[in-house]
């Protein structure tokens, strides 16, 4: 892991080795902002046009030939599956976890842990719309699922994912699962809007040597043949200490939508661009930019986007398509995210987090630990130690796991 101490200097230091990988990082910035400005007019256009700009399948079409559609996904680092559980299926689910929630009195439980849980302390609801739920039968139910899993390892193949010398990187085919939260977000709830943000790390993306690796061509004057989707280091790199930041290696972040939900309804906003990152990185190295700032970018924290240095990225920021019950969302560890301030429709939208952590070294350490949380019902390591559901009533426990399900929670 990255110590904090000094980070300061570590930032200065290796602000001037990123500058010095290029023969000149000034043009080597203007040629990567030409390419985000050709690609932010095009999202306006189609915006304008109300034309569909973030890819879209079926869940029954993942076995077809869509080098169409992969090659759109590849671009925009993001994705809607449709119709991945069906509607009986996942209206059970939804209930299941309402009753869930109420049962162990979750509302009141939360009260008195308010303020252990950082990341979303700015929050001001009186009920919270994020939950502190990992081990709910329904969510342990999705993610053991079948279905879940023919669309993680579709993800994963988008992806390079063997080295130079053909060894694999990670298993494409085997899947680790990444305990997350719950979003139920009521009618009328303006608490929860999350600005522009990447997990996964912040001032890393710049001081982690497995990150520098990652984006030696970004840096290095090469930024046209560098490749988001090509997993070589992305499973070196170390991480600062925080419940802010995941540890693991997602090909994707994701989300199960359990009732149906769309813009205007509180909800999940992308730039579609996959290799915005190569912007976000080089940005920080101009001279207008403190030698120890990151554009605003704070260990410990999510990786801040915002309107003094990204102002051009964040006019390509746009809320996903209306989402039904069981249809799924997930975009690119690099892709800026963000929530929408204010949720104005009608009824509750819900939604089950969910990654797509493939078998590799860094994602088995991890889940080794998350084991042993699951198996006494606490928060899993990546996240405040809340503990909520130790003793709850109808928790998911190992006799609830198929065999699938033990695997990926390497059990």
């Not at 980070?7 to 902002?33: A, G, H, M, W």
């Not at 699922?145 to 063997?162: D, G, I, M, P, R």
């Amino acid at each position: 892991m990255i110590k904090l101490d000094n980070i300061e200097e570590k930032i200065i230091k290796e602000k001037i080795y990123l500058r010095n990988k290029s023969k000149n990082y000034k043009d080597n910035f203007l040629q990567i902002q030409k390419f985000i400005e050709k690609e932010v007019y095009n999202i306006e256009e189609l915006k304008k046009n109300n034309s569909s700009i973030i890819p879209e399948v079926n869940f029954n079409e993942l076995t077809t030939h869509l080098d169409k559609v992969i090659n759109e996904v590849k671009k925009r680092g993001c994705v809607v599956i449709r119709d991945v559980f069906d509607d009986d299926n996942i209206s059970e689910m939804n209930s299941d976890l309402e009753s869930y929630i109420e049962e162990n009195n979750y509302y009141e439980d939360q009260k008195k842990k308010a303020g252990i849980d950082k990341y979303f302390s700015d929050l001001k609801s009186g009920k919270p719309q994020i939950f502190g739920l990992y081990w709910s039968k329904t969510q342990v139910n999705i993610r053991q699922s079948a279905e879940l899993h023919k669309v993680k390892t579709w993800l994963n193949h988008l992806w390079k994912y063997q080295d130079s010398n053909n060894e694999l990187i990670f298993d494409p085919n085997n899947e680790l699962v990444y305990a997350d939260r719950v979003r139920r977000r009521e009618p009328g709830d303006s608490t929860l809007g999350l600005s522009p943000h990447c997990d996964a790390g912040s001032v890393e993306r710049w001081i982690d040597k497995g990150y520098q690796s990652v984006y030696e061509r970004i840096f290095s004057d090469d930024f046209e043949n560098y490749d988001p989707f090509n997993a070589t280091f992305r499973d070196t790199t170390q991480e600062i200490e925080s419940p802010a930041v995941s540890h693991v290696f997602r090909t994707f972040q994701g989300w199960v939508a359990l009732t149906e939900q769309g813009p205007g309804d509180g909800t999940l906003q992308l730039i579609p661009i996959a290799k915005s990152m190569a912007y976000i990185l080089t940005r920080a190295l101009m001279d207008d930019v403190e030698e120890s700032n990151l554009c605003e970018s704070k260990p410990a924290r999510a990786l801040s986007i915002n309107s003094k240095y990204h102002a051009l990225l964040l006019r390509g920021l746009v809320s996903i398509p209306k989402m039904k019950p069981g249809d799924t969302v997930w975009w690119h560890p690099d892709v800026v995210h963000a929530v929408e301030d204010m949720h104005s429709g009608n009824r509750y939208s819900n939604v089950v987090y969910v990654g797509s952590t493939p078998y590799c070294k860094k994602n088995l350490e991890y889940s080794k630990k998350q084991a042993q949380k699951f198996l006494r019902g606490k928060s899993p390591p990546d996240f405040a130690p809340e503990d909520y559901e130790i003793n709850y009533k109808n928790r998911a426990t190992v006799s609830d796991l198929t065999s699938l399900g033990k695997k990926q929670l390497a059990l």
